[in-house]
């Protein structure tokens, strides 16, 4: 058993014994790397790209980005990480920032829109509307920044309601968001529609596309049917997207961009009203970890476009595999008709999805449980193991009786048997 102390020890442990110590510790972690988990990690299935990373990350371990004149390399990795971005969904190539993550990608969103609200709208007390299927990370931004978030209910077919959107515009609404796709359902909201009502209004438009921002490209070009999304949609003025889900980075990298550096401007903070010297940054975070930010510009560099689009026709080559799979199951459907490589689906009895999920919680299978289903994601490390989840689904579906419990109680893991707690972690 691994010991972890509730105070400082007194004398430090030795590396060797550390090291192993944090190994044990760690058997009851998430495996992804079997390809049994449908969340968290993004698995590229890549042993060039993991040899990057591990490489990249080493390099700068304790390197700081808080001051990109020390570090004119990581400067320009970033530089080249946001005209990268700014290529890829249509906007110059100097009016985004990287971020931690999604979530501070959102709040930079938010907080511009918040600002250009009240010095530009003249709205003291600015809204936001959210499809009701957005990003808890929009309701955080709100609380942090004092600001309201309107969510309005989507449509039959799961995306953001134009019409019933219009109607909730009103004089305080700073920005009307969609999701590209959203989270929970994998369904792309019509952008095109929802960035129109911005126009009229005069205020601003975001696309989350934290989860589609990096594979929407290259699954359009691959030929499947993307609606419009990025930039090119008159209206959007700032998009989301996540280096760290399917650009494959490791964690702690996601661009936000503007459709303008003016825009952008609304995010930089400067300070010299003490006896320390200027202070500026452009992100929330004071002192910033280094590898993320040279991981994610190691990754796209390593996996190029050929490289994002081999992974996407493997992604695409599992979601298809495994949605014919569900369609021909007898005791589970599709919930939505996924758009990109999220699939939210369930027992045609929605009593069994608790079971349904247990068992294959017993058997390793890490799928989330929602409220109307259960939700994976597929990434280029799932093509292999398809055949074996399918097999473990089907046996999982034999295993519930009738009444929904499952005929034998799957072995305990950690997660079994709470399925619903899930629903509380959307990430
Ligand atoms: C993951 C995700 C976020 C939040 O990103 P984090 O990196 O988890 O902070 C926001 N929106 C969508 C659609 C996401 O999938």
Known sequence: MTDYPSALPETGRPAEQLLADITTGRGDDLDWKSGRAFSLVYNAADAELERVQHGVAELFLHDNALNPMAYPSLRAMEGSVIAMAADLFGTDARSGALTSGGTESIFCAVQVARDYAREVLGKPEPTILLPSTA??????????????????????????????????VDDRTAMIVGSTPCYPYGVIDDITGLAALAVDAGILCHVDACLGGWLLPFWEAIGEPVPPWTFAVEGVTSLSADIHKYGYGYKGASVVMYCNRSLLKFQFFSFDDWPGGFYGSATPAGTRPAPPIA??????????????????????????????????????????????????????????????AAALHGQGWKVDVQQEGLHLMMSPGHLAVLPDFEAAIV????????????????????????PARYADRAI
């Open 135 to 168: 990003h808890p990370a929009f309701d955080k931004a709100a609380k942090y920044l004092d600001i309201e978030v309107i969510r309005v209910a989507v449509g039959a077919d799961g995306r953001a309601d134009v019409a019933a959107t219009a109607v909730a």
């Open 295 to 356: 991981g994610a510009w190691a990754t796209l560099v390593n996996l190029g476009r050929d490289g994002l689009l081999a992974k996407a026709a493997d992604v695409l080559a599992a979601t298809k595999r495994f949605v014919a799979f569900v369609d021909a199951t007898d005791g589970i459907e599709v919930l939505r008709r996924p758009e990109m490589s999220v699939v939210l689906f369930g027992a045609t009895d929605p009593q069994n999805n608790a079971p349904l």
């Open 395 to 418: 046996s999982a579906l034999a295993s519930i009786s009738s009444n929904g419990v499952p005929a034998s109680p799957p072995a305990p893991q950690s997660g079994a048997g709470e």
